[in-house]
């Protein structure tokens, strides 16, 4: 069990998500308590979703601009994503049928859960809630491309399954929740490669 005690939480900043800092005394492993400072960015969950198809083979990915991505090494900083947001209110499933519509202009009906996992644990409060399903030409309600009220400027981008997993070999996708459900779709047969 975990031994953990006398938590303080400080908040460090507030301007669109929060940021804290945590104090707490930890017992580790040997035994010995210490007093530890971690700080700990919270952005609530997520969600994720692979479009795919089976019949043509493709899937259905996105491209924008991500700052952070740009200031890190993303000499255009454009990232190559499978459809995600930020679950706000919603439960994962509401979400990312929201966010598929929203961002691709495919309206999802059935979604398939396939895990569910901490992106980066050591920092980030965030959980992923990963989702799959099939898409067919009859869902597809609008262009897509996000909400322009949140300045979103999303690209719907419709590739052979096998340039996908070829572009996460090459490293034109970097984007970790991407390569995730890529891989999934690869490793459980979802599309033939
Ligand atoms: N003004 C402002 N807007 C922000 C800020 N941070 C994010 N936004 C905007 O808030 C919107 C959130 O859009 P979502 O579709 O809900 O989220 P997402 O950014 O696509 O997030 C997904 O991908 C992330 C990166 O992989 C994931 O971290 C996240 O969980 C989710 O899956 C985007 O338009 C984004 O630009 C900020 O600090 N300031
Ligand atoms: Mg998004």
Known sequence: MTKIKNIKKELLSHNWYTLYKFTFDFQ????????????????????????????????ILTK?????TYINGNSTGYMIEVCAGLLDDDNPEDCIKKEAVEETGYQIEKVHKVMEAYSTPGSVTEKVYYFVAEYYEDMKVSEGGGLE?????IEVLELKFSKAIDMVNTGEIQDAKSIILLQYAQINKLLKI
Do not use: H
């Open 28 to 59: 580790m492993n040997n035994g010995k308590w210490s007093t530890q400072m971690r700080e700990s960015y919270d952005r609530g969950n997520g969600a994720a979703i692979l479009l795919y198809n089976k019949e043509k083979g493709t899937v």
């Open 149 to 153: 009220n949140e300045n979103e400027d």
């Open 64 to 68: 924008q601009f991500r700052l952070p």
